[in-house]
């Protein structure tokens, strides 16, 4: 089960990190989001440091569908009804910032870098309309089509024009030559703003945290504000040419881009540690709707989901004016992790960022989500079960379909010999 990405891709190595380090910046976690980070740090000529636990783009960077857009879902009009005009506009120009700044540094790489239309289609009219109003009042010119080229059942969709899409890791293979990264190099503990690994004790001004779900658990009550939610694709031969970027909005639909000759069929979500869809549905669609078609690669995903849609990039608490972090990309990992990026860069240089106070994640956490992250994490907590997490100790659920022991509180996982899958637990499952 290897994404399309991985496929005939090389990437350079780097060593482990050993002895007493110093830097004005150590970077944690080697993913997109890291490698940007270090990327526009090493531009301002800052002394930085990033450490990879296994190999960097290892985890869920590997597994993106690898769209490049700022439009995320319909997000638009659910910023207007929650934060009103103001914050939905500022959404729009940061990612839109992040969107152009990213598409440039891909012109200059050879990562299969294509401009394509985007769409985000529903059967839900009035969702529709909503999002087309919300951005006329924030002044961007969308496009409505009342039809897309799916074998879906839709009432319409918004088409944002001259959006994009790669192949992210030829990017990020190309850009990661140059910095200055170590691997295997896993933080076990952290003093203050000193990370200890097997080999290393690296002394850090400052310290920013990129491993998809944040690690450290006494700041942030990160997990209170992040579930993940895991989704599936198949890459298929002899499917169908969609010419261009699509998906449903609702959170268990499909999405649909091409790759050279293959159609990346995107879908059977669920919350993680839950029953959903998986392969199952999409073979399924596949058999009824493009019965010649051959599957090539089969993957999975799994995104940092935040409270309301936005996600956390500043300072990881209030009380850790050293400590950053970002996450909760909500499945907009490209714009997601140029966007912080730049924002982190700007902290860390002591430049104004008129967008940074839209994304803190000490923000407010009243929202519904919140509470229904609150329920899981008991019931887990109270369910009798001898594979437990050992992130914060949640009973742990079977998944059939992938073969792994996956927590429903906060999204770890685990195979069926305990080792650890996915963050944020930060070592093997007890057997």
Partial sequence: MDSLWKNNIKF?????????????????GGGIAGLLTAYMLQQEGIDYILVEKNRICSGTTQNTTAKITFQHSLIYSKLMKSYGEETAKAYLLANQEAFNVLCELCKNVDCDFETKNNFVYSN???KLEDEMTALERIGFNARFTETVPLPVETKGAVCFENQAQFHPLKFLSAIAKELNIFENSFVKEMRDTTAITDKAEINAKNVIVTTHFPFINKHGVFSLKLYQHRSYVIALENAQDVDGMYVDESETGLSFRNYKNLLLLGGGGHRTGKKGGNWKELRNFTKENYPGAQERFYWAAQDCMSLDDMPYIGNYSPNTPNLYTASGFCKWGMTGAMLSAILL???IIGRQNDYAEF????RSILHPQLFVNGFESVTNLLTFSKKRCPHLGCALKWNSAE?????PCHGSRFDKSGKILDNPANGNMNI
Wanted: aromatic residues 12%; contains cysteine; negative net charge.
């Fill in 124 to 126: 839900d009219y009035k």
């Fill in 345 to 347: 860069k700007d902290k």
């Fill in 359 to 362: 994304f803190r994640p000490d």
């Fill in 403 to 407: 073969h792994s022991w996956d927590c």
């Fill in 12 to 28: 350079p190595s780097f060593p482990e990190i050993e002895g007493n380090v110093n830097t004005d910046v150590l970077i944690i």
